[in-house]
């Protein structure tokens, strides 16, 4: 060790390649005491290719927990952009610590429970002098140490099972299923593919999730691939569907209708819509307790269920005022168009109505998340300066709270949702979540945070 040079100059690096030779092989490895054979370049595992995977152990053995990753990146690239990817990294490994760099700056990252903790960033050329620091984070003899120790305290530890049981009784009288609406009665402002990726970045929370489409258009049911049939014939969905759960009162509960998913993963479930819901609409005006059913039937899953997303019709109609009669909170969409503003006073007066209506229910009013800013055009004159100007008119004159949360129109969204399979002649939708289809994109991140955002909001 004693042949490291005093210093690493990061301007030694001109690319990627010098970045992975000259700082992490020649330099930063020995640094930390991790010699040939315990490191191993270009590793793959699955999907996964790691620049780098070292170990703490003198035997090369991918399931020891003795892991540490490191990523290279290009000097003249922003480590920001490959944040997300390097958490899924170190999550779908398992491993604890990773080093994230372009050689002019190095950041130590830990891992817990799928959350990212910055742990140390400094630039390249500080490297030697903050070198006994990163060595107590992740040289060979501090993963080791830490692993003897997290040993040594597990086998320490003893069961009490009653204390167990007490802690599961008490998660479970918390647990508080939330009902949240979808809701605008302006049309194309991208209720359907915030439902579903909302969904299952839930999901990806570790969230129960059931989506309920409400739309007799059908497009949540479409777009989660529950539509296998090509015919009239063989279509599997116009027996069993969100109308027999709401007209019928002592047959077709949530469990008996509810179909799972394979949009995301992990599966979140469905009750489904059939384009027959148009003809019913009628039907269920005359129907004196069609209003409060789905209450009821909801509250017979209320253990089973974290989150329930409601998608509506973009209309006033009858389906609409069942989903937010039945909702706790309401979340609207919007891409702050001039017609959008507008309908925002209809979601105003229909919001009121449906409060007076619960309160006779003795339910507690809706409350409303917020203006989710939707379908939003990416170019930076109007990120900058015509974006700011429609949010701030959503609030001064129609009176809403915006989220914090924005989610651009991007083609990585539209592309996950028609995704087919080709089957014989035919082409066979296989639609995906775009955390699942392109999980480290900037739409996924906007996703995900909109997920952390609502989860804050309804407190779970």
Request: with cysteine.
């Amino acid at each position: 060790m004693n042949s490291l040079p005093i210093f690493f100059n990061p301007e030694q690096c001109r690319n990627e390649s010098e970045v992975e030779s000259k700082f992490i092989v020649l330099y930063l490895l020995p640094a930390l005491n991790y010699s040939p054979e315990t490191w191993q370049q270009e590793v793959t595992f699955g999907q996964i290719r790691l620049d780098f995977l070292a170990i703490a152990s003198n035997l090369f053995n991918y399931r020891s927990q003795l892991q540490l990753v490191i990523e290279a990146k290009h000097p003249r690239q922003n480590l920001d952009r490959h944040v997300r990817k390097f958490n899924r990294y170190l999550t779908s490994l398992n491993v604890r610590y990773g080093i994230l760099t372009n050689g002019r700056f190095v950041r130590v990252y830990e891992q817990i429970n799928g959350e990212l903790n910055l742990c140390l960033e400094i630039s390249g050329s500080a490297v030697p002098h903050k070198l006994t620091v990163i060595k107590q984070l992740i040289s060979r003899e501090a993963l080791q140490e830490k692993l003897t120790a997290s040993q040594s305290s597990s086998s320490g530890l003893t069961t009490d099972l009653t204390t167990v049981e007490q802690i599961k009784k008490t998660a479970k009288l918390k647990t508080n299923m939330k009902i949240i609406a979808v809701y605008h009665n302006k049309g194309g402002v991208g209720k359907t593919t915030t439902v579903i990726n909302l969904a299952a970045a839930l999901t990806k929370q570790g969230k129960r999730v059931l989506v309920i489409d409400l739309d007799s258009q059908a497009n949540t049911t479409f777009a989660t691939g529950l539509v296998k049939f090509q015919d009239e014939l063989t279509d599997n969905i116009r027996d069993s569907y969100v109308y027999h759960v709401i007209i019928e009162k002592n047959k077709f509960s949530i469990s008996e209708v509810v179909r799972q998913s394979s949009f995301s993963s992990p599966e979140f479930d469905v009750i489904p819509s059939h384009i027959k819901l148009m003809e019913c609409e009628q039907e269920f005006v005359q129907t004196e307790h069609a209003r409060t059913r789905l209450v009821k039937k909801l509250q017979e899953v209320k253990d089973r269920y974290d989150i329930v997303l409601i998608d509506t019709p973009p209309s006033l109609n009858i389906y609409a005022r069942i989903a937010l009669i039945a909702a706790d909170y309401l979340l609207i969409p919007s891409d702050l168009k001039p017609f959008a503003n507008e309908g925002l006073r209809n979601v105003q007066k229909f919001v009121a109505e449906i409060n007076d209506f619960k309160e006779e229910m003795g339910r507690n009013a809706i409350k409303v998340l917020g203006v989710l800013p939707n379908k939003l055009a990416t170019y930076a004159r109007f990120v900058d300066y015509t974006l700011p100007k429609m949010e701030s008119i959503v609030r001064e004159q129609y009176g809403f709270p915006l989220l914090k949360s924005r989610i651009f129109e991007r083609r990585d969204v539209s592309s996950a949702i028609e995704r087919t399979i080709p089957l014989g002649q035919l082409d066979i939708p296989d639609p995906r979540s775009i955390l699942d289809h392109k999980p480290d994109s900037q739409s996924a991140e906007e996703f995900s945070q909109l997920a952390q955002e609502v989860l804050a909001l309804i407190n779970v």
